[in-house]
């Protein structure tokens, strides 16, 4: 498929354009069936959005070919530390793209994890932290994530002692991981009263597999749980990657790409419970591009996130669009 032709199909006016946004959550990559680069990035946050800065986020992209093994992935920092200075160059736009830059380490280390976190840093002083992907589920319908995690890796002590590295060099974790396991990332959090967590994509609710067809179940579920994390004063939460195919919203598969009023009738209630529970200067809005373009633009996610924060007052807005993320990442 053409997906630029396919998302062309549904075009809408921009909304709000003068708002200003960081994005916190994109990726970067270069494979063979797919390309998201500086290029189609720039495509995307251009579309008529006042996006003022991005934050990138690991994927597992550009590693180091040679050399040990845990710092291959600083192979990624270093790679998009590069088109974060091609970007702040001022050659390509007034968005400062990956003003922020969260890569990976193997808490499973333990204690030595620190050496990576430090080459890291040594690679980007962009760098602010790390994701190490947890979503896990039994069920083989369910991809788990491309960190190869194990069940209950959170509670384990080895990974907790790697975790512990972070806080040592007042670095950021961000959580992203299934809905079943939002009580692991709670329990992680108690434990590390004063470590910045970073809640990724609702935490993950699933409707595929054994969860399709359990939409309302499995809401009551999430709503729960979510309450629960909420009460960890050291999270705050990303608002988007609601609308991957691992969602069950099924807009993927559609002839026609979803609308910003579709997004937003599929997705409220899980944004309005995320704002009650964190409260908008714990919150912030999220692209995750290119994962969840498989089921809309980059307009039409935007203009959706607006619909849904149309009540706000101005100093609300500016939290979810753009202060939280900036404070919870440092982007300059």
């Known amino acids: 498929m053409d997906r630029d032709a396919w998302l062309a199909q549904v075009t809408e006016e921009v909304l709000e354009p003068d708002l200003p946004i960081c994005d916190p959550h994109h990726h970067l990559w270069d494979y063979p069936e797919s ?6 990035l720039l495509a995307d946050i251009g579309s008529g959005h006042n996006v003022t800065s991005t934050v990138f986020m690991e994927c597992g992209s550009m590693y180091r070919a040679d050399g040990p093994e845990a710092l291959k992935p600083v192979g990624e920092t270093e790679f998009v530390n590069g088109i974060a200075a091609m970007s702040a160059s001022g050659g390509y736009g007034g968005a400062r793209a990956c003003a922020a830059i969260v890569g990976y380490a193997d808490l499973n280390l333990g204690p030595a994890a620190g050496h990576v976190l430090d080459a890291h840093a040594a690679a980007s002083p962009r760098f602010r932290g790390i994701r190490h992907a947890a979503g896990w589920d039994a069920s083989d319908e369910v991809r788990n994530s491309h960190t190869a995690p194990v069940q209950g890796m959170m509670a384990s002590p080895t990974f907790r002692a790697g975790f512990a590295e972070l806080g040592k060099r007042g670095m950021t974790f961000d959580g992203w991981l299934y809905h079943p396991q939002i009580p692991d990332l709670t329990d992680l959090a108690r434990a590390f009263p004063d470590q910045p967590i970073i809640f990724d994509h609702f935490g993950g609710p699933l409707g595929i597999g054994p969860y399709a067809g359990k939409r309302s179940e499995i809401f009551e579920y999430w709503k729960g749980a979510v309450s629960d994390l909420a009460k960890c004063t050291n999270v705050v939460a990303k608002l988007g990657g609601l609308v991957m195919a691992i969602n069950g919203f099924g807009f993927h598969k559609r002839e026609r790409p979803a609308t910003s009023d579709e997004l937003v009738a599929a997705t409220r209630d899980y944004y309005q419970h995320m704002i ?5 200067d714990r919150c912030m809005f999220e692209s995750n591009f290119p994962v969840d373009k498989v089921s809309c633009s980059y307009r039409v996610l935007y203009n959706a996130f607006k619909k849904i924060a149309a009540g706000f007052s101005a100093t609300e807005k500016a939290a979810v ?8 990442y440092h982007v300059g």
């Open 35 to 40: 390309r998201y680069l500086l290029d189609e």
């Open 276 to 280: 009650d529970c964190f409260g908008v």
């Open 321 to 328: 669009f753009h202060d939280t993320a900036v404070r919870a």
